[in-house]
């Protein structure tokens, strides 16, 4: 399995801007495809946005959609989400996950390695 560890949470204010970074020890991430998820207290682990392993392929939740943007940067071996115009019900903390599965798996279960999660808490 590969280490992920995400870094770039903070307390914000709506409206507000946050870049989330993902990386990774142990292993390149060149050959995962990768996902964006986060959870809210007492709400399951909601899906927002995957990539290819070479960052052609980009899916997102409709809930993010136009304001969330996952990149990946090879020579780093790190995964970002940028988030924009963020909201209130933005307030998760939010995990990345390498994944082995093919597709566009966007369900918790597809993906195999995650980190421990970084918390975003937004204000209104």
């Known amino acids: 399995q590969v280490q992920l560890v995400e870094s770039g949470g903070g307390l914000v204010q709506a409206g507000d801007s946050l870049r989330l970074s993902c990386a990774a020890s142990g292993r390149t991430l060149s050959t995962y495809p990768m996902g964006w998820f986060r959870q809210a207290p007492g709400k399951e682990r909601e899906f927002l946005a995957y990539i290819n392993w070479n960052g052609i392929t980009t899916y997102y939740a409709k809930s993010v959609k136009g304001r969330f943007t996952i990149s990946r940067d090879g020579a780093q071996n790190t995964v970002y989400l940028q988030m924009n115009s963020l909201k209130p019900e933005d307030t998760a903390v939010y995990y990345c996950?390498?994944?082995?599965?093919?597709?566009?798996?966007?369900?918790?279960?597809?993906?195999?390695?995650w980190g421990q999660g970084t918390q975003v808490t937004v204000s209104s």
């Open positions: 996950a390498a994944s082995l599965a093919g597709g566009i798996p966007i369900t918790a279960g597809a993906y195999n390695s």
